[in-house]
């Protein structure tokens, strides 16, 4: 991996701004473990019979980004990037997947994630989660996604160990 550019969170900042630059950050480090590598490294799963993959989290998280904030705040109809359905494991299926397709789609629904953050009111914005049928608070949005990108970079770390030994941050 290169130089490490990501930007931390701030040490004493309001809430909103701590939310967003944790949530950049943790997105900034889903990036860095796929830095440097093939799409066959990418397409590289765990141990079977798990299909997880560094490129299939990467869809994974733009099929979370598009569900927690589009689907919420925009259109509840959106369908999911790689799904007819509400099927979150379909982004794990990188048999013909490529790097430039899945950052393409994850990046693009980090930009529409990011600017619905930016022009919601304030953290008590409120949208409609079409899955549980309630109204869910930006805040509650920005915390499940920023936990989402914690548990998964967990596996990202463990992964990126696997096809080359790289290991932290």
């Not at 969170?9 to 440097?36: I, N, Q, S, V, W």
């Not at 990418?42 to 733009?62: D, E, F």
């Not at 548990?151 to 990202?156: E, L």
Request: hydrophobic share 40%; net charge negative.
């Amino acid at each position: 991996m290169g130089r490490d550019e990501r930007v931390g969170p701030p040490l004493t900042g309001g809430e909103r701004e701590t939310l967003r630059a944790f949530l950049d950050y943790h997105r900034a480090t889903l990036a860095r473990k796929c830095e440097g590598l093939t799409d066959e490294e990418l397409r590289q799963r765990s141990v079977p019979p798990s299909t997880l993959s560094l490129l299939g989290l990467v869809r994974h998280m733009a099929e979370v980004e598009r569900a927690w904030f589009r689907r919420v705040f925009e259109e509840p109809d959106a369908p999911m990037v790689w799904s007819d359905r509400i099927d979150f494991q379909a982004a794990y299926d990188v048999s013909t997947s490529t790097r430039a397709e899945a950052f393409a789609a994850w990046e693009a629904e980090v930009r529409n994630a990011r600017r619905i953050e930016r022009e919601a009111g304030s953290l008590d914005a409120t949208g409609h989660q079409p899955r549980w049928g309630r109204e869910v608070s930006l805040r509650m949005v920005l915390v499940h996604v920023l936990l989402e990108y914690g548990r998964h970079n967990g596996h990202a770390d463990l992964l990126r160990e696997g096809i080359d030994g790289t290991v932290g941050a």
